[in-house]
């Protein structure tokens, strides 16, 4: 499933198409993708402008002139492709190779087009009135954004305060921080030098202050994921770039899929481990992380 910094890499990448862009119309290649498309989805879209594009954990929204925004995920396999006339520049990107997953296809006034591609149809496309998005299941009772300024220490220590949970666990909480997935949390906490194994309210004091090693959590989790959006996000299985590209912070993991390499932390003798948390699999060093 791609993180957050594969979605705000893809987001990045169909601004400039979609946003200030009138739609001319939608072409639906197949009724459904992991649920059927709502009623009237391509008429609903047809003649509207995209107000503005934006991210709200792993979501893309698209606000529209209507009040309605346009929701999508890209479930496991989903990409765009972003096609328009014209010399080679920003706006041209190069055909797929596989056109029988292509299932949508925005067509603007410009122009420009931009194709969604899902072999596996685990993506999905919703449109709610803009004042429901609040209350709406995928979004009620969603976390902070990590990249913001909510996320503070002290945030998360009232979050955490007398979690029992392990501390991984209660990272990939998606009601306690919004988008954060497997990859980012290991290569946080090792960053942070702190163990996914040790309780979540360990790094909260009786006050219900942050300790030092909370503060260190959250600088780490802003580092990384910023990184990893300058990188293009992470190339695992299907993610690409809206160019077709890959991205490359893989090559810049410490931990993540490093089993048995050394622990890349100065002065640190120790090597990676791998244990399962819940049904995935963490990386961590026994020796540095605490």
């Known amino acids: 499933m791609p993180e957050l910094p594969e979605v705000e890499t893809v987001r990045r990448g ?14 639906l290649r197949r009724p459904d993708l992991r649920f059927p498309f ?26 529209l002139d209507s009040g309605e925004t346009l929701i999508m995920h890209l479930g496991m396999s989903g990409s765009f492709r972003i096609d328009a006339d014209g010399p080679e520049g ?13 299932h949508v296809v925005f067509r603007f006034t410009s122009g420009a087009s931009v194709t969604y591609n899902d072999p596996r149809r685990f993506g999905f496309m919703l449109l709610v009135p803009r004042g429901e998005m609040a209350t709406h299941p995928l979004f009620d009772g969603l976390g902070v954004e990590p990249l913001g300024p909510e996320l503070t220490p002290q945030r998360l220590a009232e979050e955490l305060r007398g979690r029992k949970a392990p501390l991984k666990a209660a990272l990939l909480d998606q009601r306690i921080i919004a988008g954060l997935g497997n990859i980012y949390v290991c290569e946080a906490m ?6 996914p194994l040790r309780a979540a309210g360990t790094l909260v004091d009786a006050k219900g202050k942050p300790k030092r090693g909370l503060a260190d959590l959250v600088e780490a989790i802003k580092q990384v994921l910023g990184e ?17 590209s890959l991205g490359y912070f893989q090559h810049s993991f410490r931990v ?18 791998r ?10 060093c026994r020796d540095c992380q605490k």
């Open 38 to 63: 709502p009623p009237g989805f391509a008429a609903r879209l047809a003649g509207r402008r995209v107000e503005a594009l934006k991210r709200r954990a792993k979501y893309l929204l698209g606000e």
């Open 228 to 244: 990893a959006i300058e990188a293009g996000g992470s190339s695992l299985r299907d993610h690409r770039q809206t160019d077709g």
């Open 90 to 102: 920003a706006y041209h990107r190069a055909v797929s190779t596989k056109p029988a997953h292509d």
């Open 256 to 273: 993540y899929d490093r089993e048995d390499a050394p622990c890349p932390t100065p002065g640190c003798r120790g090597h990676v481990s």
């Open 190 to 195: 090792h960053r942070s030098h702190l163990s």
């Open 14 to 27: 169909l601004e400039p198409v979609f946003t200030g862009s009138d739609l001319e119309r939608v072409e």
């Open 275 to 284: 244990v399962i948390q819940s049904g995935r699999s963490t990386f961590f």
